[in-house]
């Protein structure tokens, strides 16, 4: 199983960046998405989560209302959609895959990772 994240970058506060994240080897539909981000010195932090079939989606409080998490099955895609990106916003950004289905907000929880991305913000 192979997760690839892409779309990282150096972004001005206030802009937007798109994340995704391509599976290989799995059975994407199967799989419940996460996203996680870990800035230097801190612990790794739930993001957003989204469902097999997208229908559903989870946030952390800190990003709700600014991120979108979504997924294109038929691409084995899923993505991160993040407007109004704060400085708090930098870190490394990581996408994982949850073969119970269940959304959930615990990294242990996941069975595979994606190697990261790296999103700058600046103010």
């Known amino acids: 199983v192979q997760l690839q994240a892409s779309g990282g970058g150096l972004v001005q506060a206030g802009g937007s960046l798109r994340l995704s994240c391509a599976a290989s080897?799995?059975?994407?539909?199967?799989?419940?998405m996460g996203w996680f981000r870990q800035a230097p010195g801190k612990e790794r932090e739930f993001v957003a989560a989204?469902?097999?079939?997208?229908?559903?989606?989870l946030y952390a409080d800190s990003v709700k209302g600014r991120f979108t998490i979504s997924r294109d099955n038929a691409k084995n895609t899923v993505y991160l959609q993040m407007d109004s990106l704060k400085p708090e916003d930098t870190a490394v950004y990581y996408c994982a895959a949850d073969r119970s289905g269940i959304m959930i907000m615990a990294a242990p929880a996941y069975d595979f990772w994606g190697q990261g991305t790296q999103v700058t913000v600046s103010s």
């Open positions: 080897g799995v059975t994407f539909s199967r799989y419940a």
């Open positions: 989204i469902s097999r079939s997208g229908t559903g989606t």
